[in-house]
């Protein structure tokens, strides 16, 4: 039986072909895009101010909503958060990944990935509240500002009110640190990848030519490397865009698009206009990932 089956699958490749692909393209049809099509759609219909359902007619008054001032500044807010974690990331991963690309023995090299990839190990929300510990109050890193006398320094950069807070624990920055930690990985790796495929014998022939190592790293390295670290901006933009976690645990009242999008649909009820807000870091990403392909981002996936 097992070979006439075989035999039969032989003779039909295409057969064979659906087989092992028909199952995930199912999948990615039916649920993923299945649900982006859900919320597509239910965008386009709106809350009656009355009685509080949804009428399902097409209507564009929900995405009028979006461009109110307060949900204005949550989108500000959050386009603001995951570009300056996207440029920090980059500015920590480069030369730790290039020193891992070029510089670090085999063995080295296992051990500094083994140790760049430990976090992803653990488990999100374990670390997200790890870090709420250590940025409270009461936390180590409070106690090592206060050992160094830098508590007044601390109070200090907490009174701005964009970024400060009551505490590293419930403010923006504290919010940004930890952002900056859990996606960090996503940025190293990309980046260690297309370091990597950066021939040892260009940068030798760089400095035969006479550049010197800065002149080396932005005629050479740089241009070589930049499609992982646009491939890491991938993550690291799109991951903080839609996060909903760390704003919950360690921000403070003002809202982020995910929190905006729980408030909506969970306490609200108003799943028009939460499916909008969704919508929004959609149409961001898409044209992300569309200059991010332009650029040559997806060969150093």
Same mark, same amino acid.
Do not use: C, H
């Given at each position: 039986?097992?070979?006439?089956?075989?035999?039969?699958?032989?003779?039909?490749?295409?057969?064979?072909? !659906?087989?092992?692909?028909?199952?995930?393209?199912?999948?990615?049809?039916?649920?993923?895009?299945?649900?982006?099509?859900?919320?597509?759609? &239910?965008?386009?219909?709106?809350?009656?101010?009355?009685?509080?359902?949804?009428?399902?007619?097409? /209507?564009?008054?929900?995405? #009028?909503?979006?461009? %109110? $001032?307060?949900?204005?500044?949550?989108? /500000?807010?959050?386009?603001?958060?995951?570009?300056?974690?996207?440029?920090?990331?980059?500015?920590?991963?480069?030369?730790?990944?290039?020193?891992?690309?070029? !510089?670090? %023995?085999?063995?080295?090299? /296992?051990?500094?990935?083994?140790?760049?990839?430990?976090?992803?190990?653990?488990?999100?929300? $374990?670390? $997200?509240?790890?870090?709420?510990?250590?940025?409270?109050?009461?936390?180590?890193?409070?106690?090592?500002?206060?050992?160094?006398?830098?508590?007044?320094?601390?109070?200090?950069?907490?009174?701005?009110?964009?970024?400060?807070? %009551?505490?590293?624990?419930?403010?923006?920055?504290?919010?940004?640190?930890?952002?900056?930690?859990?996606?960090?990985?996503?940025?190293?790796?990309?980046?260690?990848?297309?370091?990597?495929?950066?021939?040892? =014998?260009?940068?030798?022939?760089?400095?035969?030519?006479?550049?010197?190592?800065?002149? =080396?790293?932005?005629?050479?390295?740089?241009?070589?490397?930049?499609?992982?670290?646009?491939?890491?901006?991938? !993550? =690291?933009?799109?991951?903080?865009?839609?996060?909903?976690?760390?704003?919950?645990?360690?921000? &403070?009242?003002? !809202?982020?698009?995910?929190?905006?999008?729980?408030?909506?649909?969970?306490?609200?009820? &108003?799943?028009?206009?939460? #499916?909008?807000? /969704?919508?929004?870091?959609?149409?961001?990403?898409?044209?992300?990932?569309? $200059?991010?392909?332009?650029?040559?981002?997806?060969?150093?996936?």
């Amino acid at each position: 039986m097992l070979s006439r089956a075989s035999t039969y699958l032989y003779r039909r490749p295409q057969l064979v072909l !659906f087989l092992l692909l028909g199952p995930p393209l199912i999948y990615m049809l039916v649920v993923y895009l299945g649900s982006l099509f859900s919320l597509l759609v &239910n965008s386009f219909y709106a809350i009656d101010g009355f009685t509080g359902l949804i009428v399902r007619k097409f /209507t564009l008054s929900t995405y #009028a909503q979006i461009f %109110s $001032v307060a949900n204005r500044e949550i989108f /500000t807010r959050t386009a603001s958060m995951a570009a300056a974690v996207t440029l920090v990331d980059v500015l920590i991963a480069f030369p730790l990944a290039y020193y891992i690309a070029k !510089f670090a %023995s085999p063995r080295l090299k /296992t051990w500094l990935l083994i140790a760049v990839t430990i976090p992803l190990w653990s488990s999100y929300l $374990v670390r $997200v509240y790890a870090w709420k510990l250590i940025l409270a109050k009461e936390g180590i890193l409070s106690w090592f500002i206060n050992l160094l006398q830098l508590d007044g320094a601390l109070e200090w950069l907490l009174s701005f009110e964009s970024i400060g807070g %009551s505490s590293l624990a419930l403010s923006p920055i504290g919010m940004f640190i930890v952002f900056v930690y859990i996606w960090l990985p996503y940025m190293i790796i990309p980046i260690q990848t297309a370091l990597e495929r950066v021939p040892g =014998t260009l940068l030798e022939a760089s400095s035969d030519l006479g550049a010197k190592p800065l002149q =080396t790293f932005r005629t050479v390295i740089l241009p070589l490397a930049f499609p992982g670290v646009i491939a890491g901006s991938i !993550f =690291t933009f799109s991951l903080t865009l839609g996060d909903f976690i760390i704003p919950v645990a360690i921000g &403070n009242s003002k !809202f982020f698009i995910g929190q905006a999008v729980y408030s909506y649909q969970g306490t609200a009820g &108003n799943i028009p206009l939460a #499916a909008a807000m /969704t919508m929004g870091p959609v149409v961001i990403m898409v044209f992300y990932l569309l $200059v991010a392909r332009r650029l040559g981002a997806f060969d150093a996936l």
